[in-house]
Nanobody, 115 residues
Framework: QVQLVESGGGLVQAGGSLRLSCAAS????????MGWYRQAPGKQRELVAD???????HYAGSVKGRFTISRDNAKNTVYLQMNSLKPEDTAVYYC?????????WGQGTQVTVSS
């Protein structure tokens, strides 16, 4: 089992920045990749960014150049630095950990960007 705890969401004006954190605990040796997803009201959950155990990253086109995903292996933590935020970035952001058998999810953190 893997437990994920997110933090760092909040309310910010358009053009501002936020940094989300996701701390993993439990069977972290089984994690192959970690990522951030988001779900806006009335929309499907979508991938924002992910990072493999080897450090390779992937971004959704809508956030490329504005968001950066990184990981601190010593702290078992993944970060999402979000810059130049737009109102359309408003959503609940979820941390995800992918193992060979399961997908693990955090509880979600709200990000609201005001215009």
């Amino acid at each position: 089992q893997v437990q994920l705890v997110e933090s760092g969401g909040g309310l910010v004006q358009a053009g501002g920045s936020l940094r989300l954190s996701c701390a993993a605990s439990g069977s972290i040796f089984s994690i192959l990749a970690m990522g951030w997803y988001r779900q806006a009201p009335g929309k499907q959950r979508e991938l924002v960014a992910d990072i493999s155990s080897g450090g390779s990253t992937h971004y959704a086109g809508s956030v490329k150049g504005r968001f950066t995903i990184s990981r601190d292996n010593a702290k078992n933590t993944v970060y999402l630095q979000m810059n130049s935020l737009k109102p359309e970035d408003t959503a609940v952001y979820y941390c995800n950990a992918l193992s060979d058998l399961y997908d693990y999810w955090g509880q979600g953190t709200q990000v609201t960007v005001s215009s």
